[in-house]
């Protein structure tokens, strides 16, 4: 069983600051982390790559720093790590990381098939959670998003059985390999790196693809020629120094509390209860 996991070093958002006059993000002296999300992915194809045994490898588009994510990873468990790194692919949105990211699993796959491809379920500084089906469709994978469990594996019958969060629930979804799995925040516990993989992964040579090397076969596709996304504002929430109103109901009755919450909604927005009047029918019904 072969396993790619994708993963992004991004800025810390917790320490992420907007430029008053630019609207941009001001990356500069803001430390970088593996996205919290790809942890999880990471974790869950370890979790495998346990009861199943195979090789795990951990893909990684972005600048030379992100070599220290690929060595975090090596050290909780991968076996192998690849950096897609040029200049080509900078200011690439989610439409063109899916491509390239795509193209450099097409190549690994070349080598030593790929069964399962693991991503977070988003990032913390795009929040778009399209790379990962973006993946997916291109390279005709089935597609696995926002998955809270994975309830068995039969390398065999080459079917992988799933729980999927939803809106209205779980669902428990079967489909065929490969397969291309997002997974969500709390579906297992990060383990602890051990001190005989993490001398291995400060030794692990690491392997570079450029453009070239991922054989991207149009190269308009990728960086910020085959990005269409255009961000046009980039801004923080004012903050506010309103304080909580304590409303004192008649009674404790659901209905008593709606109507007065109702009623000191319409007391403070005046036009909500003039458009209602205005959207309702002749005999008093909302249209």
């Known amino acids: 069983m072969h396993i790619v996991v994708c993963i992004k070093q991004v800025p810390d958002s917790a320490q992420i600051r907007v430029h008053p006059v630019t609207n941009t993000i001001m990356r500069q002296g803001v430390p970088a982390i593996v996205n919290p999300y790809d942890l999880y992915a990471l974790e869950e194809a370890l979790r495998l790559k346990d009861c199943y045994r195979g090789r795990i490898t951990v893909l990684c588009m972005g600048p030379p720093q992100a070599e220290a994510a690929l060595r975090k990873a090596l050290a909780f468990g991968a076996d192998d790590a690849i950096l897609l790194t040029d200049r080509a692919f900078a200011g690439a949105d989610t439409l063109a990381t899916s491509y390239a990211l795509a193209a450099a699993i097409r190549q690994i796959h070349k080598g030593l098939p790929v069964d399962l491809v ?27 998003t926002y998955v809270s469990k994975i309830v068995s594996l039969d390398l065999d019958a080459r079917e992988i059985v799933v729980h999927r969060r939803s809106e209205g629930g779980v669902q428990v979804l079967q489909t065929r390999l490969p397969a291309l799995i997002t997974v969500l925040e709390g579906i297992n516990e990060m383990r602890f790196a051990t001190l005989t993989d993490m001398f291995r992964a400060e ?38 120094n309103r304080r909580a109103e304590l409303i004192e109901t008649q009674s404790g009755q659901p209905a008593d509390l709606a109507a007065t919450l109702v009623a000191k909604l319409f007391s403070q927005r005046p036009e909500l209860a003039l458009s209602l009047k205005s959207s309702s029918t002749p005999d008093g019904r909302s249209a």
């Not at 693809?209 to 801004?235: M, Q, R, Y």
């Open 203 to 240: 030794r692990h040579p690491l392997t570079t693809w450029n453009k070239d090397d991922a054989h991207i076969e149009d190269p308009t596709k990728i960086g910020l020629k085959g990005s269409p996304t255009a961000v046009s504002k980039v801004f923080a929430p004012s903050p506010t």
């Open 118 to 144: 693991f991503a977070g379920k988003q990032t913390i500084d795009g929040d778009t959670a399209q790379v990962g089906p973006g993946i997916a469709s291109r390279l005709d994978m089935q597609l696995l």
